[in-house]
């Protein structure tokens, strides 16, 4: 799963909580985006999960669930990312609730479709910040440490750089990316044109973008081939 993942420049994240017409999911689908991942901090359910995945499921694209409750887990996607909040003040969110779920339901989990990310939690007014307790006021050498510890010690693919919701600091997640040698680095928050969307690309491997899908859709898609024309 993680050389499919390590091919996607540009990813659409949708949130189950959050209406889209079949219209807006349409030209999302067949934008030329490399994949969907469905996901959200909050409101996500089974059902809603469900109706999201089975809609998305029409189109030749991938399609994947970031696992943010257990009780929205669905089998039927490509693949399931299991966030580890690298700074969060709550050990839960590092591994505790992935011990009670291995605990819960480890004879069902497909493991080869499971791929663990390190995420590191920026945005101190963002739901996900609020959620974990995250210590969002970090250096720039602080990212990286928490980036290499994950990549280093942890052994994780994936290093997810999340700002939710507002445009981080391209230099800081630059340098992240410079210092890791083998995950591959996920930026995600506030890309709300197509300009954020090329500066995010220039310094990480995977863009994802989300709220302005919800908001202003025409530029959402535009971000589609600034991300790829992106050297």
């Given at each position: 799963?993680?050389?499919?993942?390590?091919?996607?420049?540009?990813?659409?994240k949708l949130d189950p909580d959050r209406e889209i017409t079949?219209?807006?999911?349409?030209?999302?689908?067949?934008?030329?985006?490399d994949a969907i991942i469905v996901g959200g901090s909050s409101?996500?359910?089974?059902?809603?999960?469900?109706?999201?995945?089975?809609?998305?499921?029409?189109?030749?694209?991938?399609?994947?669930?970031?696992?943010?409750?257990?009780?929205?887990?669905?089998?039927?996607?490509?693949?399931?990312?299991?966030?580890?909040?690298?700074?969060?003040?709550?050990?839960?969110?590092?591994?505790?609730?992935?011990?009670?779920?291995?605990?819960?339901?480890?004879?069902?989990?497909?493991?080869?479709?499971?791929?663990?990310?390190?995420?590191?939690?920026?945005?101190?007014?963002?739901?996900?910040?609020?959620?974990?307790?995250?210590?969002?006021?970090?250096?720039?050498?602080?990212?990286?440490?928490?980036?290499?510890?994950?990549?280093?010690?942890?052994?994780?693919?994936?290093?997810?750089?999340?700002?939710?919701?507002?445009?981080?600091?391209?230099?800081?997640?630059?340098?992240?990316?410079?210092?890791?040698?083998?995950?591959?680095?996920?930026?995600?928050?506030?890309?709300?044109?197509?300009?954020?969307?090329?500066?995010?690309?220039?310094?990480?491997?995977?863009?994802?973008?989300?709220?302005?899908?919800?908001?202003?859709?025409?530029?959402?898609?535009?971000?589609?081939?600034?991300?790829?024309?992106?050297?």
């Amino acid at each position: 799963m993680i050389d499919m993942i390590k091919q996607w420049r540009h990813v659409f994240k949708l949130d189950p909580d959050r209406e889209i017409t079949d219209e807006a999911l349409d030209l999302i689908c067949m934008s030329g985006t490399d994949a969907i991942i469905v996901g959200g901090s909050s409101g996500i359910t089974y059902d809603n999960t469900v109706d999201l995945m089975s809609r998305v499921r029409r189109y030749e694209l991938a399609c994947v669930l970031e696992v943010s409750d257990l009780e929205a887990v669905v089998p039927g996607f490509d693949g399931y990312l299991i966030p580890m909040v690298l700074n969060a003040t709550d050990s839960k969110w590092m591994i505790g609730h992935h011990q009670q779920a291995i605990e819960r339901y480890g004879y069902l989990i497909p493991w080869d479709l499971l791929i663990a990310e390190g995420y590191i939690v920026l945005n101190a007014d963002s739901t996900v910040a609020r959620m974990t307790g995250a210590d969002t006021e970090l250096t720039t050498d602080a990212a990286v440490a928490y980036a290499q510890a994950a990549e280093r010690l942890l052994n994780l693919p994936i290093v997810y750089m999340e700002y939710s919701g507002t445009f981080g600091d391209m230099e800081l997640v630059g340098e992240t990316h410079r210092q890791l040698t083998k995950a591959h680095l996920i930026y995600g928050g506030g890309i709300d044109s197509p300009e954020k969307a090329g500066q995010a690309a220039q310094v990480a491997d995977t863009v994802v973008v989300g709220n302005i899908v919800y908001s202003a859709l025409h530029k959402a898609l535009e971000t589609v081939q600034a991300v790829k024309q992106s050297v």
